[in-house]
């Protein structure tokens, strides 16, 4: 069991610690660094703890539920492959934190690095440990998320974002077309099971989809891996800072892709069609990337190429997928990631340092920096395959396969010449890295001083150098119990005969060692001018250039193609757009219905109420009205659509639906309250728009009358057609039978609301606080329209200004005509609060049982806190009651959310409701269900978010008031005008707190 | 009543709809006013009418469903109207704001070139 929970553990914790970095402060450095340190740390605990298991050839796995109802779950599995590659992970992972610490500037922010940088640990382990193809993949997705994330760290650089998006493009396509590939592995196996699938390998490759599943999933593995046409991505990655490149872009997540190569090469391996395609990309890869790397004058950019070029040594290895391959990918994978890893450190290092990273420019640094020098160029020499270092075993191994194996295809025959003409190219290049940067002459025109790193930035590349060193003697000794487990995980049962020590006897590998070793070093010196005057290519492949057709087709893609769309098929003005969608609906829904025969009337006439029909005459006089006045007469408009609010509402409650009844004749209140005040933002239109008399605008009118009139026709019947045929049975009768019994409410609505439905409902309420948020935040910088800035006629005293001068200032300090007028119904509203709020808390608790509830309690509750607004003036409320709407907002929804929670307590899932009755003194009987409480945070956040909403608009006098004051004070003096301007800022600060 | 009823959101909908796609904003926010009165009695109404019989339940004993109103459309209908409030206000707050900036309630944001 133990086993199982380090497993889980392994995933969560870079999560975990994801989160908690991005949660500290900008500057907590060194903070950042120890927690991502210790985690790394506690990831090699684990991996130590499981290491027992794993070389016993078991496989430690834990399933959790995900979505059983899809054949879902999450399936953590642990064999020594993953083993060895999460080593890497964390391993590598610990080193890159500790350099990192001194790489950034102090400007830079570090929670954001080591947030991302932690949740990337995070996704790479899933890839590695997931059992579940599908999880494999959503892991996946992430590290391609996450490398965006890293590579656009500095995000102010054109081409780190560049980069980043070229990179997230390239990857994630690559991802979803692996995703494909493994949906059709699934349905081809049968289970989504990374065991179930490892072991239907002769099932898979005799299936039909085989070509499918291969090529999507090979497009997956080499976007990834950056194997050609497809690496461009990956030197443009290297605009990320340098602990990135060194993580993710050399030692663990373009090693996805080959992971995933090995890994799958018992299931989709040992076809022609693999071979061709997986050794042949492979080997195309190795040598143009040695090629290119050559002639790179950017020290990233070098160890870029070459990074694409030993990952096409591995994808060739694991295209041959013999045993002895498998053995050597595996063993390159670490050998590369630790000595690329130091490499890359290095070059961050000489740019940190000296400030630049070009080789043109760099030279002699082993007179300024020795002990950096030293570590480098004994990294640059495993690189290389210099014998007695590490990649000079893992190469060798590759040579004997290349010279030993054999399937009679012409591809195998030129393998070892191939494999040994890019060995040239690696030597060349290492030695070019080498030879530019450390040897001749100290170069005196570096934008800095070039001098040694602090210690701690050398120690990471210390300790690799030290593995490169020790491995390369020792091999056996450090790693070979590690790659044998990783090896008998890959092939299963059995590993191949293979041997890591250092003498093999002068054979055919070793001959390819040295011819390589001689003729790069001859290929170097002889060219090594004419190497930095290149433009960073060599002529026949500088015009291969992957960057810029991946350029031509984005533009063309996510540019030319809408651009072009768009203007044949639409049109920036709204209306046109409008009318396209309702005919689109229009025309789908008489599809769907032609021909129905329940749409032909059948019993017009069988119940009719002529008083029901009188309503409904007023209904739709009322409709019409306000559709035809609402252009030119907005008031009468806003009356008649009130009206029409009203006869919807009679109509709830005629045929027995209480609540609805309520509930709209409460929102019809506050929504005519809403429209009247918007109606003072909107000046009026005193006179007619000339072009709506011409004949266009009239023929406009009359096609939308048709386009209408149909739409409200289909509607008509449709709804007609559904009333008169019996309801037969519904999920309202388990609704209608349960109600009490298992929500102990009778009012079967209320009791769905707020509990059968309480999630639902508390989707709805937090919607309404985000609106009601949206509302405020929008109106915080709402300039009027300029008519609309003076004052109401119905607020100045007079609409002439007063005869005599002399009595202006009196006549402003007098009462207004809209004092007056308000005077009595102001008595009478004012009154009428405690009574508005009785009425809601009765709404409110009567709820459960009978027509009521926490909406339309709320929204009475609204309406008596708006009476006395509209009674005075916004200024005499505040001053006598404090309203703060947003913080009823979020005490609601905590309300309603922590009564949900409290089921947790009682082991029962999120908002199940507990309903009994509790006898109260003088009250009586009164219902005390959980879910009262949830109906509390319910009426809360309507409080809230209703009069949030209202008081915005109505505040908006007061600032313009201010803005009226201000103009004057600016005619009068300007100086006045400034003082003005500052306590404006004061106001609206603590109208800020205020609201 | 079915009959009446049917007429009348039709009515609601096509003076809605007719509303929707005219030129300005306040004839829009009106007509999204008339169509989610329609759109609401159109759902309500898809639990068949009934008279006499709100969804008050019985406390406890046998429940004869086809003797109260059906209350799922109701609830659907109840949280619609509220939603739709919400909607109304967004909306009339941002054609306020349109107004300010744009200096005309065309929906487009200018008014119509001739």
Known sequence: MLAENLLLLLAVLPFVGAISAVTMPVTARNAEVALAGSVMVAGLLALAALFGDVTAGQVVSRTLSWAPSLGLDVTLRLDGFSWLMLLLVYGIGLLVVIYARYYLAPSDPVPRFYGFLLAFAGSMVGVL?????????????????????LIGYWHQNAGARDGARTALVVTAAGGIALLAAMILLGQAVGSYQLDDVLRAGDLVRGHPWYLWILGLFLLGAFTKSAQFPFHFWLPNAMAAPTPVSAYLHSATMVKAGVFLLVRFSPVLGATDAWFWIVAGTGMVTLVIGAVIATWRNDLKGL???????????????AGMGSGAAIVAAVFHIMNHAVFKASLFMGAGIIDHETGTRDLRKLSGLRHAMPRTALLAIVAAAAMAGVPLLNGFLSKEMFFAEAADWHNGTWLDRWLPYIATFASVFSVAYSLRFIAAVFFGPLATDLPKEPHEPPVWMRRPVEFLVAIVLVVGFWPEALIGPILQSGVIAVLGGTAPDYSLALWHGFNTPLKMSLTALVLGTLFYFLFSKRLSQANEAPGFLSKLRGQQVFDRLMLVVTRKWPVLL??????????????MVVLLSLAAASWALWGAARLVPQGLWDSFDPSFALLWVAGIACAIGAAALAKYHRFAALALLGGAGLVTAMTFSWFSAPDLAVTQLLVEVITTVLLLLGLRWLPKRLQEIESDRRLPARARRAIDLVIASACGAGVAAIAFAVMTVPPGRSIGDWFRGNAYAEGGGTNAVNVILVDFRAFDTLGEIT????????CYALLRRFRPAPESVALPSQQTFNELPPINPAREAEAATEPTRHDLMMMIPAVIMQWMFPLSVAIAAYLFLRGHDL???????????????????????????????????VRWIGLGLMIAAGTGMGAFLFGYPFLTAH?????????????????LAFDLGVFAVVVGSTVLMQI??????????????????????????AEERGNRTKEQTHQQEGA | MELTLSLGIGVLVASGVWLAMRPRTFQVIVGLCLLSYGVNLFIFAMGRLVTGAAPIMPKGGFVNPDAYADPVPQALVLTAIVIGFATTALFLVVIMAARGFTGTDHVDGKEREQ
């Open chain 1, 566 to 579: 768009s203007r044949v098929t639409g049109s920036s003005r709204l209306q046109v757009q409008l009318r």
């Open chain 1, 303 to 317: 160890l870029a190429y070459s990074t694409i070029s030993h990952l096409g040594l591995i994808t060739a290895l």
């Open chain 1, 767 to 774: 919607v309404l606080g985000v609106v009601a948020l949206t």
């Open chain 1, 129 to 149: 440990i997931a059992g579940n193809i599908i999880l494999m993949v959503v892991f996946w997705e992430l590290t391609s998320l996450f490398s965006f994330l």
């Open chain 1, 915 to 931: 309903a009994q009755y509790v006898e109260l003194p003088l009250i009586g009987t009164v219902p005390a269900a959980t879910a």
């Open chain 1, 952 to 977: 915005a608009i109505a505040h908006q006098s007061l600032r313009s008031a201010r803005l009226r004051a201000r103009e004057t004070a600016e005619q009068a003096s300007p100086e006045d005008a």
């Open chain 1, 851 to 885: 027509p009521g509830g926490g909406f339309a309690a709320g929204v009475a509750f609204a309406i008596g806190l708006l009476l006395q607004y509209l009674a005075t003036d916004v200024r005499w409320i505040e001053s006598r009651i404090t309203i703060l709407p």
